[in-house]
């Protein structure tokens, strides 16, 4: 590979959001064309959907997740929660598309309990890259002997990543700047902005599942407030990845948060009311959005849990916060 079409830094710094966002508003907005199709690979039962968001962006819809990949002459980086059992076809996927056999996989944060760690990927010769924090929930990023792999992800066939980034990692390949940029905690502690600048693509992980409610799991550190604050690629113009379904836009953004922020709002001004978290669950503040958004993997009731306590429940280092 030729060193001066393919640099590709891992730093540890900050990158203030604002300058991101403003640096936004004086990009284009290019057309993308949405080309997609059920793939079945021979030697598995999973099936890999493929949208084209650009023809160096696709979006590989998996079992566990959306992965989004730019893809061309400087080889392919893969970014979100991959399934072991599409690893073989999205290989076979991408090698048809680039000569270069250099290949960078990001996982984005996970339940550990469900995590597939690397999915394989490291047994073709990928890079495989996580958070520090999601990392060491597997095991990893230790000071010293890293303690073995779990047996769950051994059983599976899957590695447990190697390398692990702190704040930012920006890869210049396949004619974009591709960034990944770690934020304050939300759906986890894990969590980073993925912004592919010229195709005006982005990726937030499981902070826009797609598919219902959040969930904000404070067993990884998670947060209601980074969570709505990291919702704020709103442009329509921006093709949004969520975590799992399919590619849409700023818009779906911007009503998602809405929805979050309103619902939040509701629960705050009953809890006000001196009413107790089963009986705010039974008056159902989230009613008006359940048709929208209570068929995903957060039920209204759990998400409603989730906002009284997010609400009433002292933040660490702030032990006066009023209930």
């Known amino acids: 590979m030729d060193a001066n079409r393919m640099n590709v830094c891992l730093r540890l710094l900050r990158v203030p959001t604002v300058l991101l966002i403003a640096h936004l508003g004086s990009m284009g907005t290019p057309r993308a064309s949405a080309q997609n199709a059920n793939i079945q ?33 400087d080889g392919a980086l893969l970014v979100g929660t991959p399934s ?9 996927i991408i090698a048809s598309r680039t000569q270069s056999n250099i290949r960078y996989v990001v996982i984005a944060p996970q339940d550990p309990a469900h995590s597939e760690a690397d999915a394989g990927w490291a047994q073709h010769g990928a890079f495989v890259v ?28 899957v590695g447990r990543p190697h390398i692990a980034f702190s704040e930012v990692l920006t890869f210049d390949m396949n004619g974009d700047s591709i960034h990944i940029i770690h934020q304050k905690p939300a759906y986890s502690d894990a969590d980073s902005v993925v912004h592919f600048h010229l195709a005006k693509v982005v ?15 404070p067993e ?4 209601l407030d980074g969570l709505v604050k990291m919702l704020v690629w709103t442009d329509p113009t921006f093709h ?3 975590a799992r379904g399919k590619v849409t836009d700023g818009a779906s953004v911007k009503e998602f948060r809405d929805m979050i922020v309103a619902t939040r709002d509701r629960v705050q001004t009953i809890i006000k009311q001196g009413r107790t978290e089963d009986q705010i669950v039974a008056a159902h503040p989230t009613a008006e959005f359940d048709a929208r958004w209570g068929h995903g993997r957060v039920s209204p009731d759990a998400f409603t849990r989730e906002l009284y ?14 209930k």
Do not use: C, W
């Open 203 to 217: 990726y937030l992980g499981e902070v826009f599942p797609g598919d219902g409610y959040p969930l904000i799991d």
């Open 84 to 92: 072991h059992g599409s690893t073989a076809r999205i290989s076979e």
């Open 240 to 242: 949004i990845v969520p």
């Open 309 to 322: 306590r997010a609400i009433s429940e002292p933040k660490s280092g702030d032990p006066e916060r009023k």
């Open 41 to 73: 690979h021979a030697n598995s039962e999973e099936q890999v959907q493929v949208t084209e968001v650009t023809p160096q962006v696709l979006v590989f819809a998996t079992r566990t997740g959306n992965v989004v990949a730019s893809v061309g002459p």
């Open 130 to 157: 996580m958070h520090e924090n999601a990392l060491q929930r597997l095991g990893g990023h230790a000071m010293g002997a890293p303690p073995p792999v779990p047996d769950r992800l051994l059983k599976m066939g």
């Open 220 to 223: 990884q550190g998670g947060d």
